[in-house]
């Protein structure tokens, strides 16, 4: 009775940590995105990259110039109530 005991719980070991294995469902809708304004980067010659999120002016001018040495910088704009506003390159200079 004892080794069923053992072979019961083992199996039940090995379906846990097959649940975690697979994954749900995938999102359907975009993810809404904080206030603030934003950029995009890439690893040069990569068509996929990432947004970053900054507060306030100085502190996206301060990222462009970290990630700007080694990887390609986009500025995607401010966003404010959920619509993207275009930046003046000038203001940020």
Do not use: W
């Not at 719980?9 to 995938?26: F, S, V, W, Y």
């Not at 999102?27 to 306030?56: F, W």
């Not at 110039?65 to 966003?79: F, I, P, S």
Request: avoid cysteine; hydrophobic fraction near 35%.
């Amino acid at each position: 009775m004892f080794v069923r005991l053992i072979q019961f719980i083992g199996i039940k070991q090995i379906n846990l940590k097959e649940r975690k294995l697979t994954m749900g469902r995938p999102a359907t809708r975009p993810t809404k995105l904080k206030d603030g304004y934003y950029i995009e980067v890439r690893n040069k010659n990569q068509r996929s990259g990432i947004k970053i999120r900054r507060d306030s002016k100085e502190l996206l001018m301060q990222a462009i110039k970290e990630y700007g040495k080694t990887k390609d910088v986009t500025v995607l704009g401010k966003l404010k109530n959920g619509k993207m506003q275009q930046i003046d390159m000038g203001e940020l200079v």
